[in-house]
């Protein structure tokens, strides 16, 4: 049925005057809304479909980076996915996204990311879950961490230039981490009209150690100190955080913060009162294979070699035996081999970002190895559990 849609990259101004209405009914909210979100992506960077001269749906490509063993390879985020409710079900939606692959492909981009609202549309694709987004929540009667070693320095015109130093050096050490788009930064500082954004640097502003981006809301339940945004590079800066947050404890019942599934964080607080109040899985989808294994690093030490075999059926180009050599920390990838490791391109997704080891993708039935390939594998994407802290 895809050949009945027309793809485009250039959305005329009536197109995206359109496209806000089915953003509107799909994301259940006012269209001035859809139209500032429109506004800060860019009309340049969306993506529409027509079927019989009409729009049918269309979403947004962002441009950015993701950091994986310590090197940032190029990505592009997919959001704002929407098709109008008349044609849901006539392959729009598939057909959309395969011709934006193939855009990318085109492009060299080497893999894209996105958060699905269902995962089979995007499965049928080649995207599987690479790794976590999560809000943890604490009663900050529970935190219990008095000691404040820093200062915090209160930033009044909140500007997010002033945190990019910080925020890249912890990036550089987080799997899945965001070298952000501009359109993330924005939203993150920016408040709607119900909210009011603090920021404080923890530390000197000259010699900062880190820094907190947070609002405040009254709910039924109490009331919560959302954390927006945090980087912390010293113990040091943890406490005065965690101190800061407890501090808040006369107005504040609790706190709610973006991390791993496997929070650092909390070994801080006395005990394990703190909870995973939502968690979600976000989708990777290897787009050039050669250039994806390439770009990212790898542990330092290893020198390994896997032989892959990856089935494609999108972007066929991906489709072969490919010979993956490691070495001090980066990788080179040559066609050929002996095929040890045979996979889907779906299936390379999860492995690729470390999200599950080769042993347990293979009990799934995801991926069909011998001993010596597995192992192998395992070395080469070793690491710890991949997690992004923005939401797009």
């Not at 005329?12 to 859809?34: N, R, T, V």
Request: proline content about 4%; some cysteine; hydrophobic content about 40%.
């Amino acid at each position: 049925m895809t050949t009945q849609f027309e793809y485009s990259t250039l959305a005329h101004p009536q197109d995206i005057q359109q496209f806000g209405y089915i953003l509107e009914q799909c994301f259940i909210s006012a269209l001035s809304g859809e139209k500032v979100y429109i506004n800060l992506i860019g009309v340049e960077n969306f993506r529409i479909i027509r079927g019989l001269e009409q729009l049918v749906g269309g979403l947004a490509t962002l441009d950015m980076g993701q950091w994986w063993g310590s090197v940032c390879v190029p990505m592009t985020g997919i959001a704002a996915v929407g098709i109008a409710p008349e044609y849901r079900g006539s392959g729009a939606a598939i057909a959309l996204m395969q011709h934006t692959l193939k855009e990318l492909y085109a492009r060299g981009v080497p893999i894209s990311a996105l958060y699905p609202a269902v995962q089979s549309l995007y499965r049928k694709v080649g995207y599987e879950q690479g790794g976590s987004w999560c809000i943890w929540e604490v009663a900050t009667r529970n935190i219990q961490v008095r000691e404040q070693p820093l200062a915090l320095e209160p930033i009044v015109n909140i500007n997010h230039q002033v945190f990019h130093e910080l925020y890249q050096q912890q990036a550089r050490l987080t799997q899945g981490y965001l070298d952000r788009h501009p359109a993330i930064w924005e939203r993150l500082i920016q408040p709607d009209e119900k909210e009011t954004v603090y920021a404080y640097f923890i530390g000197t502003k000259d010699q900062p150690q880190g820094y907190i981006i947070f609002t405040q809301e009254r709910t039924e339940d109490g009331e919560i100190l959302w954390v927006k945004d945090w980087v912390l590079h010293t113990v040091a800066a943890a406490q005065t955080f965690w101190s800061f947050l407890a501090n808040h404890r006369s107005q504040i019942h609790r706190v709610r913060w973006k991390s791993s599934v496997i929070d650092s964080l909390t070994l801080l607080l006395p005990e394990q009162t703190a909870k995973i109040w939502r968690e979600s899985r976000w989708l990777l989808r290897v787009i050039d294979v050669v250039k994806a294994l390439e770009m990212r690093g790898y542990p330092l030490g290893i020198q390994a070699e896997l032989h892959l075999e990856i089935q494609d059926n999108l972007l066929t180009e991906n489709n072969g035996k490919f010979i993956l050599s490691v070495a001090n920390g980066r990788g080179e990838v040559t066609r050929g081999g002996k095929g040890e490791l045979q996979l889907d391109i779906r299936e390379l997704a999860p492995l690729y970002t470390s999200l599950f080891t080769p042993y347990h993708l293979q009990i799934a039935g995801k991926l069909y190895g011998i001993e010596t390939a597995i192992l192998a594998a395992t070395q080469i994407f070793a690491g710890v559990s991949p997690w992004m802290a923005d939401f797009f």
